[in-house]
């Protein structure tokens, strides 16, 4: 099993920057990928961004120019560097971690990240 603590949400004024942590604990040896999500009220979850632990990362093309994603050298810990926040980018932000095993996917309890204009 592994556990998925994030952290760094909170609330922001438009323009502003955040950082999201998010740790894995447990048995991470499935691990091969963590990833941010989001979802905003009254929307779908979304995927934001993936780094694999072959330090290999991808973010989608809405966030690319402003969010960055990166992960600690022991791979157990993602990180999402939000810059130049909008409001619409208010969301409960959600981290993932799977691997080639597909019963290896776990997600965190999300954290809240509000924008204010």
């Known amino acids: 099993q592994v556990q998925l603590e994030e952290s760094g949400g909170g609330l922001v004024q438009a323009g502003g920057s955040l950082r999201l942590s998010c740790v894995a604990s447990g048995d991470t040896s499935c691990i091969t990928a963590m990833s941010w999500y989001r979802q905003a009220p009254g929307m779908e979850r979304e995927l934001l961004a993936t780094?694999?632990?072959?330090?290999?990362?991808y973010l989608e093309d809405s966030v690319k120019d402003r969010f960055t994603i990166s992960r600690d050298g022991d791979k157990n810990t993602v990180y999402l560097q939000m810059n130049s926040l909008k409001p619409e980018d208010t969301a409960v932000y959600s981290c993932n971690a799977d691997g080639l095993d597909t019963t290896c996917n776990y997600w965190g309890q999300g954290t809240l990240v509000t924008v204010s204009s």
């Open positions: 780094a694999t632990n072959g330090d290999n990362t």
